[in-house]
Nanobody, 127 residues
Framework: QVQLAESGGGLAQAGGSLRLSCVVS????????MGWFRQAPGKEREFVAV????????YYADSAKGRFTISRDNVQNTVDLQMNTLKPEDTAVYYC????????????????????WGQGTQVTVSS
C-alpha cells in the first residue's frame, strides 16, 4: 500500500503562485510514476503533470506547460507542483496520485490507471 498526503493549497490572486507538495509513503517501486490531477466543480478530473520515479522524465497538460513545474525529491520522498502565473480557471481540488508504469494499459494522462490517491487540496485563484 502507498499513502499520499498533499499540502500547500490555498487562495491566490491571478498571476500569483502556489506550491503543492505530496509526501509519498509505504511500499513503493521504481516503476511508479507520480502525477498531479485536478477537478473543478462540475467537471471531470483532469491530468496536470506527471514525473517518473527518478524525476528525470516529466509530462504536462497543455494548460500547465510553461506555468507549472513538477519536481521530485528522492530524499524526502515528495513530489511537488510549483504553479506560477495562476489563472482563475486553475481553481480546483488538486490530487496527487501514484501509478505503476509497468501495467499494460499505462497512459500517464488517464486517471483510471493510477492506483493511489491523496485526499486532495483546494486551490482557489481569484481574479
Amino acid at each position: 500500500q502507498v499513502q499520499l498526503a498533499e499540502s500547500g493549497g490555498g487562495l491566490a490572486q491571478a498571476g500569483g503562485s502556489l506550491r503543492l507538495s505530496c509526501v509519498v509513503s509505504g511500499r513503493t517501486s521504481s516503476s511508479y510514476a507520480m502525477g498531479w490531477f485536478r477537478q473543478a466543480p462540475g467537471k471531470e478530473r483532469e491530468f496536470v503533470a506527471v514525473t517518473n520515479w527518478s524525476g528525470r522524465s516529466t509530462y504536462y497538460a497543455d494548460s500547465a506547460k510553461g506555468r507549472f513545474t513538477i519536481s521530485r525529491d528522492n530524499v524526502q520522498n515528495t513530489v511537488d507542483l510549483q504553479m506560477n502565473t495562476l489563472k482563475p480557471e486553475d481553481t480546483a481540488v488538486y490530487y496527487c496520485a501514484v501509478g505503476d508504469t509497468s501495467r499494460n494499459n499505462w497512459r500517464y494522462y488517464w486517471s483510471q490507471v493510477y492506483d493511489y490517491w491523496g485526499q486532495g487540496t483546494q486551490v482557489t485563484v481569484s481574479s
